[in-house]
C-alpha cells in the first residue's frame, strides 16, 4: 500500500533510486508515468531528493541519457526540465511568490472569520470531505509526504472547483506537509490547475480520468464541478533580471552559509578556503503554519548528510541556525570578511539570507551568492511559456553532456 512509501533522508539513497528507477525511464515511464498506482513505481519518486539537491537535475539526466536515448526518454526529461522551468520562472517574476503569501495571509484571516470555510478547510485537510478519493490523498499526503503528480492535479482541482476553497490555501497545505515542497514548482503548479498561470487556460479533474489512471480504485460516483470556469486574476508581473554570480576573493577569511535549497554545495566552494560554516534552517517559513514535523526532519536529516559528506571543506557547523540575527552574529564572532552561499532561488531561505545580508552589510560583509552552471544555462530561457523553453532542451542535454553544467 502507498502509505509505506518512505524517503531516507540521504544521497546515498538517491543514488540507489536513481540506479533502480533509471531502467523504467524510458518508454515504460512515457507509457506508464500518468498511472497513480500503489507503490509509485511507475515514476521515479526522487522529487525530495531533487527538490533539496541532495543529488542534482545533471546527475540524474546524464545517468537517464546513459542509458536511453533522447526519444526514449524524452518525456522524463522534459519532467526535469519542468522543474527547471518553473525555476527560472519565479526567479525573474519573484512578486508572485510575495502575492500568493499576500494571498495565503488574507485566505487565513478568513478562515478565523467564516465558520463555513474554517469548516471545510479543516475537513479538506483532514480528508473528511466524503469524496473518497480526494480524502485517500489528502492522508496519503500527510502520511507519506508525497503524492503522485496526477493526484497533485486532481486534488488541486477538486480543491478549487469542486469544493470551491481558495486555492493559496491548498498551495499552503501542500507545501506543509510535501517532502519536496518548492515554491516555485508548488505555487506555479496551483496556479496552473487554477488558470492563473496560462491565464483562462485551467485544469478539471474528471471522474472517468480519474477511474483510468487509478485503475478504478477510485471515480466512481465521485461528484465534481467539471464544467467551472477558470480564476481569473491580474497579468503576470514585468521580469527582472536573473540573479548573477558574485565572485568571492580568494584572500578574504569566508564563512561559508548553508541552506536547504543547495544540499551539494561543491560547486560554491571552488577557489575558496573556508574558516567557518554555518546553516540557515527555511523550513518553517514554508508556511505560516506549522510545517509537518516529517518535512522538517526530513530537511534537517537532510543537511546534517551534506555536512558529513562536505566536513573535510566545511568543517564542524558553527551552528544550525533558524533567524537571519543567529547568522549574522555569527558572522560577526569570526571576524568574516565575506559569506559564500550557493544561491538560494525565491522562498524562505532567499527571504532569511537576504535580511542576513542587510543586517552585514554595515559591518562591510557581503553575502555573495554562487549560482550553479546548469540553473546559469537554463534559467535565461524561462521567459515566457514551457512550450518555448522546451525547444532548448537539446541545447541544455549537449552542454550537460559535456559537464559544463553540473
Ligand atoms: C498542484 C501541484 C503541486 C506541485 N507541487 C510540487 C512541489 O512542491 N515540489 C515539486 O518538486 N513538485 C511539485 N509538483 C510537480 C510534480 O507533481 C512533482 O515534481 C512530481 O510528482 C514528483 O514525483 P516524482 O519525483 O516521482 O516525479 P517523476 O515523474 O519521476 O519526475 C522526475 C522529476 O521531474 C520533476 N518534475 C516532474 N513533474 C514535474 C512537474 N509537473 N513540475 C515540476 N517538476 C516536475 C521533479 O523534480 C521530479 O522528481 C506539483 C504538481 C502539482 C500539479
Not at 541532495?54 to 526529461?77: D, M, N
Not at 480564476?231 to 514585468?238: A, D, I, K, R, Y
Request: glycine share 6%.
Amino acid at each position: 500500500m502507498t502509505l509505506s512509501l518512505s524517503f531516507p533522508p540521504t544521497r546515498t539513497e538517491a543514488l540507489t533510486r536513481l540506479a533502480d528507477f533509471v531502467p523504467r525511464a524510458g518508454r515504460d515511464y512515457a507509457s506508464q508515468r500518468n498511472y497513480d498506482r500503489p507503490g509509485h513505481r511507475d515514476v521515479s519518486t526522487l522529487s525530495p531528493y531533487l527538490r533539496h539537491r541532495l543529488i542534482t537535475e545533471t546527475e540524474v539526466l546524464q545517468s537517464v541519457l546513459g542509458r536511453h536515448s533522447p526519444a526514449a526518454a524524452e518525456k522524463f526529461v522534459q519532467e526535469v526540465f519542468w522543474r527547471t522551468y518553473w525555476k527560472g520562472w519565479l526567479e525573474m517574476r519573484p512578486q508572485v511568490w510575495r502575492d500568493y503569501q499576500h494571498g495565503l495571509t488574507a485566505a487565513l484571516n478568513r478562515v478565523q472569520t467564516e465558520a463555513g470555510l474554517r469548516a471545510a478547510w479543516e475537513s479538506a485537510c483532514l480528508g473528511d470531505t466524503g469524496l473518497d478519493a480526494f480524502d485517500h490523498w489528502a492522508r496519503e499526503l500527510a502520511s507519506t509526504g508525497y503524492l503522485h503528480n496526477h493526484a497533485r492535479m486532481w486534488f488541486a482541482s477538486i480543491w478549487i472547483f469542486t469544493l470551491r476553497l481558495p486555492w493559496e490555501l491548498g498551495a499552503d497545505f501542500f507545501l506543509r506537509h510535501l517532502l519536496d515542497g518548492d515554491p516555485a514548482s508548488n505555487t506555479l503548479s496551483w496556479r496552473w490547475v487554477a488558470g492563473l498561470q496560462t491565464q483562462g487556460k485551467h485544469y478539471l479533474a474528471r471522474p472517468a480520468n480519474i477511474s483510468k489512471y487509478t485503475e478504478w480504485r477510485f471515480g466512481k460516483g465521485l461528484a465534481l464541478d467539471v464544467s467551472a470556469a477558470p480564476l481569473s486574476g491580474p497579468p503576470h508581473p514585468p521580469r527582472q533580471a536573473l540573479p548573477e554570480t558574485q565572485r568571492p576573493d580568494p584572500d578574504r577569511r569566508t564563512g561559508f552559509l548553508l541552506t536547504e535549497e543547495d544540499l551539494s554545495p561543491g560547486h560554491a566552494l571552488t577557489g575558496i578556503t573556508v574558516a567557518t560554516s554555518c546553516v540557515l534552517l527555511g523550513t518553517a517559513g514554508r508556511s505560516p503554519l506549522t510545517v509537518a514535523p516529517a518535512v522538517a526532519d526530513f530537511t534537517r536529516a537532510a543537511t546534517e548528510d551534506c555536512l558529513n559528506r562536505f566536513a573535510d571543506r566545511l568543517g564542524t557547523p558553527a551552528g544550525l541556525f533558524e533567524t537571519p540575527e543567529d547568522v549574522a552574529d555569527w558572522a560577526r564572532a569570526h571576524d568574516l570578511e565575506q559569506i559564500v552561499m550557493p544561491h538560494a532561488p525565491v522562498g524562505p531561505a532567499a527571504d532569511r539570507a537576504a535580511r542576513a545580508a542587510r543586517l552585514l552589510a554595515d559591518d562591510g560583509i557581503p553575502v555573495l551568492r554562487v549560482i550553479r552552471p546548469y540553473d546559469s544555462l537554463c534559467w535565461p530561457r524561462a521567459t515566457a511559456g514551457f512550450f518555448k523553453f522546451k525547444a532548448h532542451i537539446p541545447a541544455f542535454l549537449k552542454e550537460i553532456a559535456g559537464s559544463k553544467a553540473a
